[in-house]
């Protein structure tokens, strides 16, 4: 996790540069989408019209740049937007942007609109790409500075303790679980349910707690069926529980096998839900309201003092930034903790 150190700034530390305010910014979402994308959109862009400085929205992620998808953005676009879930900026997986020709028509789109700063809202793979963008500009004599905002109802980015979204995310999965445990409990089911994370569990284990889960299943951590899932599901049984949650992280990859093995093994009555791209959508919850207007403020800020090629992160409640090549390339594990809370929790030995 990120320390406080050289590489970091805070808000209150970003001073403004009168030389390098940025004349058009270039703003995208990208990868999947989060509630709370609009959020920080409406703040970059009501930051910027402030400091003066015209935004060009690109459509559709990098598809937009390939293919010159943009238009001018003003506060009147914004209007309204912080409610909403998804983003109004449209976002894309763009394999195309993943080739050489693919990045060299984008940089053309930028120097062919002047653009000298983007902000880019998305996860991991949208930052590496920036850092592309900026090095084939850089080889063209062109530059550009960059800006990331972590979204990603995943939580996975490693230099951020959050990233946007998956509060929201992590409150759908709740309510739709306790709408399950009421007919689980009705017919002393077991329920497998499948939440979503990538290839990590970081939401699986948040909600895993919230719902008072007896089985939590992250892809970090090896699988001991035996010990893992049937352990705790009998000692779920003695206690005098009718019913049963197991939470199985989609980077697990095989729920509905093991709710079959759960059955053949224990004999429980078990259904499989799958909570699928409804953890994506909603009206944002007020922590990622909030998180992500201080974020796309931060973003804009940082520009106007002349700080590129940086990624705005959270750490211990401040809004701070870190290089982004540096936080890109940091890895992240399981919070040991909420891990071990997790397991005590459902009955399992803490310390394995
Ligand atoms: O990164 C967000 C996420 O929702 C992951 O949890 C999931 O693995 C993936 O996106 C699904 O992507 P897509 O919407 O392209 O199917």
Redesign the pocket.
């Known amino acids: 996790m990120v320390q406080n150190g050289s590489t970091l700034t805070e808000n209150s530390r970003i001073e403004l540069n009168t030389e390098a305010v940025p004349r058009r910014l270039g703003l995208l979402t990208s ?2 989408d ?1 509630p709370g994308m609009n959020a920080a959109i409406r703040a970059v862009v009501r930051t910027a019209y402030l400091r003066n400085i015209d935004v060009i929205g690109i459509r559709r992620g990098y598809n937009g740049l390939i293919h010159g998808d943009v238009f001018k953005m003003g506060p009147n676009d914004v209007n309204g937007i912080i409610t909403k879930g998804g983003t109004i900026l449209y976002t894309a ?1 763009s394999p195309e942007f993943e080739t050489k020709q693919g990045i060299e028509r984008a940089a053309d789109t930028c120097n062919f609109h002047g653009l000298d700063a983007l902000v880019v809202i998305g ?1 991991d793979g949208s930052f590496r790409g920036a850092m592309e963008l900026t090095n084939t500009l850089a080889e063209m004599g062109s530059s550009l500075s960059v800006v990331g905002i972590p979204g ?3 939580n ?1 980015i490693a230099c951020t303790n959050y990233t946007i979204g998956f509060d929201t995310a992590a409150n759908t999965c709740i309510s739709a679980i306790d709408k399950l445990q009421d007919t689980m409990q009705s017919h002393e089911r077991c329920s497998v349910v499948e939440v ?4 990590t569990g970081h ?1 699986a284990v948040y909600v895993g707690i919230a719902v008072g889960a007896s089985v939590i299943l992250a892809p970090e951590k090896p699988l001991d069926f035996e010990r893992d899932v049937l352990e705790n599901l009998r000692n779920a049984k003695i206690l005098g529980r009718e019913h049963s949650i197991v939470i199985v992280a ?2 697990v990859g095989r729920t509905q096998e093991l709710a079959e093995q759960i059955h053949k093994s224990l004999g429980l009555d078990t259904r499989v839900t799958i909570l699928g ?1 409804i ?2 959508g909603g009206s944002p919850s007020a922590r990622d309201r909030v998180m992500a207007s201080r974020m796309g403020e931060h973003a804009v800020e940082l520009l106007c003092a002349g700080r590129r090629n940086r990624l705005v992160v959270t750490h211990d409640g401040a809004i701070i930034d870190i290089d982004i090549a540096e936080g890109s390339a940091m890895t992240k594990s399981l919070q040991p903790e909420m891990y071990r809370t997790a397991r005590v929790l459902s009955l399992s030995a803490p310390t394995r």
């Open positions: 990868g999947g989060a997986r996860g990603s109802i995943d996975d979503m994370g990538h290839k939401l989609e980077g791209h953890q994506r």
